[in-house]
């Protein structure tokens, strides 16, 4: 079974991890460089899109410079930790379920390049394997009839009765669990990803530069010029190159202000908070062995009984306390607040009012499990804000950018508003985001249809529809 033995796996994990991100980091092979060079393309942002956007590029033989203004270890993102939900279930021909599954499927490509190279990485590093778990209102029901026409491993219990005798659970009335069981369903840990692809794109004769901020991005006759100041020592640097991919997430709109100004108006930056909470090593402890595996069994989660957007929650294990006790990290994609100054969001405490919704939520999912868990069987570990980089529909955009005249720039490529669907699917964004830019395509049709919800096409409606 897919979750046999998981409990040892994410044990391991979070020590396996810390090990390759302490190794990557180490290696001579992400040294600072000289930013002087002949670059094809430079992408603008080291995170999942960037970064998955220069391996791509990387590995076809394109002179690739990555500028990241975080350091080696990524701390900033849309989420933040070890875990973010990986998932493939969907209706057959769903975009989103393609995207996770290209990405594991160019995941283990990236992986045998970078053991080819003498690294020792495994797609363990990367994900953990478990039933996802999805609990929806009754009232939905009659819309998932396209349930039985996809191929993932699902069980699903639709009464009370079917989820004591499935699995265990306590279901209320009016509520409906799936669990999907599928090999790197589960969660995914974008520090390591990340890290990955930084390896990859060097390995492939890339270019990764820390600790960079591109302050000023313009057009010239040939290309772009980059203002790029290090963070490290206040040094500004101008650099100039034919070919450009923005993937700098909520920094979008600032940064392209003076070549693609509509996506100041296309991808609006909101904070979102993260909430950890450890069980208290006492009572998992007197819990019994089945009773472990089921609350493990009942992560990652998204739990959307009680109907409301802001109501909803997403959770999953991030991994085991120095107490040896599960970590859960719990958030809400509609618990967003507004950004008064996007530097500093990231160090915003969360209020006691986001502390409050985050144990209700938590003990609202728990309540599933026959054990019975209160507020004080959960320590408030910690708490972390964070920032979805949003477009309207909120599905993202992998698009060349906007030329005066209105017609395509094949030479600007920008990759953003991914908050929420991004972690499962980063590496299939890269390789639309690369195609775009060597000017190739696929056949496959689930590629197409991704490729046109993301692109040039839908971006400009949206640019219409915002000018009327």
């Known amino acids: 079974m897919a979750n046999s033995g998981k409990g040892d796996v994410m044990m391991a994990r979070v020590f396996g991890t810390w090990c390759l ?43 690739v410079l990555l500028l990241e203004m975080q350091g080696e270890i990524y701390t900033q993102g849309s989420s933040f930790g070890d875990a973010r939900i990986s998932r493939s279930l969907g209706p057959p021909g769903d975009i989103w379920g393609y995207m996770h599954n290209r990405t594991v499927s160019e995941m283990k490509t990236l992986i045998a390049v970078l053991n080819e190279n003498g690294d020792s990485t495994s797609m363990d590093d990367v994900y953990v394997t478990s039933p996802v778990n999805y ?63 930084h390896r990859g794109t060097i390995y492939a004769g890339g270019h990764v530069a ?20 290090d963070l490290e020592t206040g040094v500004s640097h101008i650099l100039e190159a034919p070919k450009v991919v923005s993937a700098a997430g909520p920094y979008t709109g600032a940064l392209l202000k003076d070549v693609a100004p509509e996506f100041e108006h296309l991808i609006t930056p909101q904070r979102v908070f ?45 991994g085991y306390s120095e107490r040896g006790a599960p970590v859960i990290k719990i958030g809400g994609h509609y618990q967003r607040t507004d950004i008064k100054d996007m530097d500093r969001v990231w160090q915003q ?12 939520a938590l003990l609202h999912h728990l309540a599933l499990l026959d054990a019975d868990f209160t507020e004080a069987q959960l320590h408030f570990y910690a708490g972390y804000s964070c920032v979805y980089s949003l477009t309207e529909s909120e599905v993202p955009y992998v698009t060349m950018a906007l030329m005066p005249d209105g017609s395509p720039d094949p030479n600007l490529i920008v990759v953003g508003g991914m908050s929420g669907v991004g972690a499962k699917g980063s590496l299939g964004y890269g390789v639309i985001a690369a195609d775009l830019l060597l000017g190739r395509t696929e056949t496959d049709p689930a590629y197409l249809a991704a490729r046109e919800a993301f692109g040039f096409e839908r971006m400009r409606h949206d640019v219409s529809a915002k000018g009327d």
């Open 21 to 63: 991100l302490l190794q990557l980091a180490s290696s001579p092979a992400v040294a600072q460089l000289d930013l002087d060079g002949d670059w094809d393309v430079v992408v603008i942002g080291g995170g999942l899109m960037g970064s998955s956007t220069a391996w791509q590029l990387a590995r076809e033989g394109q002179n």
């Open 135 to 197: 609990v929806r209102h009754i009232s939905g029901l009659d819309r998932q009839r396209w349930l039985s026409e996809q191929s993932d491993p699902i069980r699903i219990a639709k009464t009370r009765a079917e989820a004591e005798s499935l699995f265990g659970l306590r279901l209320p009335d009016d509520a409906y669990i799936i669990r999907e069981y599928k090999d790197y369903s589960g969660t995914i840990n974008p520090g390591a990803v990340i890290m990955a692809l």
């Open 210 to 229: 820390y600790d960079k901020r591109v302050t000023g991005l313009s057009r010239t006759e040939e290309g772009f010029r980059l203002v790029i100041s």
């Open 274 to 318: 993260l909430a950890f909470f450890e069980v208290k090593p006492g009572f998992w402890n007197g819990l019994s062995g089945s009773e472990q595996q089921g609350l493990i069994d009942l992560f990652p989660a998204i739990n959307s009984t009680l109907q409301t957007r802001a109501s909803g929650s997403f959770s999953m294990i991030e």
């Open 349 to 360: 405490s969360l209020t006691d009012e986001e502390i409050a919704w985050s144990y209700d």
